[in-house]
């Protein structure tokens, strides 16, 4: 009876999880996130992105480009995973691709401000130098690694993409229309989270609906558990709507447009609209708060849709909603296995292990801040509320450092994904060079929070990089060399 119970109680967190994340996040990050993505792959020249992020643009070039696109985006692990998928597939080199997969979660601006905030400005200050020297070492290192196969990869974007012309005006602007939306749907800029207008309607049993939502998928704020509001059971229904319409309407799409493509069009908009409201539960009612992210929301899906009928040819939208609904459909099964075995994971992992293991600088003390960071993924900007938790369970800051450079990369889901993209072998390899450059980042960190001078851990990690940049500069002059024998 008692495994009977705890059997249940597993898959009631993961099932819990899983339904918080569908509610909460998917839609204004996500959703756009994979339009964009596939915006990227059918209306963005291949040359265009190798100019910047080509294997054979300069270092000096395509990695600062890389971490510079990944640090002004500011967007969590699952929403750069298509954007990542999207430059990757139109011709992006491996190295630069990889670092803005590394750099754009990992210092993402607003979890930066929120750590500094909350947990200290010198560590968002670590947070942020840290990821971008490793982001880019990192880079630097799979392509060297896996060079042969970029060399491959670059070959079959050219033949898959081969003929394409120059970007027309109305692409781009529909592209930045696009990021508007993420933006509007994602930042918490004052003026996006103001409260401009409210009504209330008179629809009854909201309050009780949610009330028994709280018993069904009981959530704790103090472990980052978000519970599932009566808004985003909505949401998650009309999720089920979109995938529905989309396989009727998208599938098939190279056949010709058909009712289901416009319908699911508009649901996508409609639920869009639905997710930037702000629904609060009265007795007798629901009082609708308009802020500042509905209007953003608003104006950016109207400006889409009308690009969508006249300024996108047919062709354009054809392809744009073909590899946007091929990018659901590769990455969209596998996040939802990850959410829910991060959910069941989770349940598993105590937090009062933490003092004992993660309590000192040590090397197994910043490990295991990476461990944690795998298998207890939040959303961002929900690993600043935790990292506090473990701060006041009794975790060493230099472990805890470690858990917030891989809590957003090494996400149980986020590998998986990762994975389906580049390979099995490349996915891993990078979760492994993430792991020991996350483990040293928090232990050179930990270091100086012990009492180590400035100056001497500044020496540490410019000996460190040095070391690494010749080992680097070493490997590639031997290849080059050796290319001219073979």
Not at 126 to 145: D, H, K, N, P, Y
Not at 190 to 213: E, I, R
Not at 313 to 340: D, Y
Not at 383 to 393: G, K, N, Y
Request: glycine fraction near 10%; charged fraction near 10%.
């Amino acid at each position: 009876m008692n495994l009977i119970s705890f059997l249940t109680n597993l898959l009631s967190s993961g099932l819990g999880n899983l339904a918080a994340y569908l509610a909460a996040h998917v839609l204004l990050c996500l959703l756009p996130a994979f339009y964009i993505a596939g915006a990227m792959t059918a209306l963005i020249p291949k040359e265009t992105v190798t100019r910047f992020l080509g294997r054979n643009t300069p270092k000096w070039i395509s990695y600062p480009a890389s971490a510079a696109a990944g640090f002004l985006l500011a967007v969590c692990s699952c929403t750069v995973i298509p954007l990542f998928a999207g430059i990757y597939k139109k011709g992006a080199g491996l190295g630069p691709a990889i670092t803005f997969l590394f750099v754009a979660p990992a210092v993402n601006i607003l979890a930066l401000v929120y750590t500094g905030k909350i947990l200290g400005v010198d560590l968002a200050i670590a947070r942020l130098v840290l990821s971008l020297a490793f982001g880019i070492g990192i880079g630097i290192i799979m392509a060297l690694i896996f060079r042969k196969q970029d060399a491959e990869h670059d070959a079959a974007t050219d033949a898959l993409f081969a003929g394409q012309g120059s970007m027309r005006r109305a692409a781009v602007i529909f592209m930045l229309v696009l990021m508007a939306l993420l933006v509007a749907g994602t930042f918490q800029f004052d003026f996006l989270t103001h409260t401009y207008a409210s009504l209330t309607l008179p629809v009854s049993g909201v309050d009780t609906f949610q009330g028994w939502l709280a018993q069904l998928v009981p959530f704790d704020p103090a472990k980052g558990e978000e519970g599932v509001t009566a808004q985003g059971a909505i949401l998650i229904g009309m999720l089920v709507l979109i995938g529905l319409a989309s396989w009727k309407g998208i599938e098939n799409i190279f056949d010709g447009f058909n009712r289901w493509t416009w319908v699911s069009l508009a649901l996508v908009g409609l639920t869009l609209l639905i997710a930037a409201l702000k629904v609060i539960p009265v007795s007798g009612g629901v009082t609708l708060a308009l802020t500042g992210k509905f209007f953003g929301v608003l104006l950016t899906t109207i400006a889409l849709g009308w690009m969508v009928k006249t300024q996108l040819s047919e062709a354009e939208n054809r392809e744009f909603l073909w590899e946007s609904w091929k990018f659901v459909k590769q990455i969209f099964p596998l996040l939802i296995v990850g959410v829910f075995a991060v959910g069941v994971i989770r349940e598993l992992i105590k937090p009062e292990w933490i003092e004992a293991l993660a309590g000192r600088n040590t090397m197994l003390g910043n490990f295991v801040g990476v461990i944690f960071g795998i298998f207890m993924y939040f959303p961002t900007l929900v690993e600043v509320p935790i990292a506090q938790m473990f701060l006041s369970l009794g975790m060493h800051r230099g472990p805890l450092l470690a858990y917030l450079i891989s809590d957003p990369e090494l996400s149980l889901q986020s590998i998986l994904i990762t994975a389906t993209i580049i390979g099995r072998l490349k996915a891993w390899v990078y979760v492994g060079w993430v792991a020991l450059f996350s483990t040293l980042a928090g232990l050179i960190y930990g270091t100086w929070v012990n009492g180590t001078s400035l100056g001497l851990v500044t020496l540490y990690l410019a000996g460190f990089l040095s070391v690494l940049a010749g080992v680097l500069w070493l490997v590639s002059r031997r290849s080059t060399v050796s290319v001219p024998n073979s």
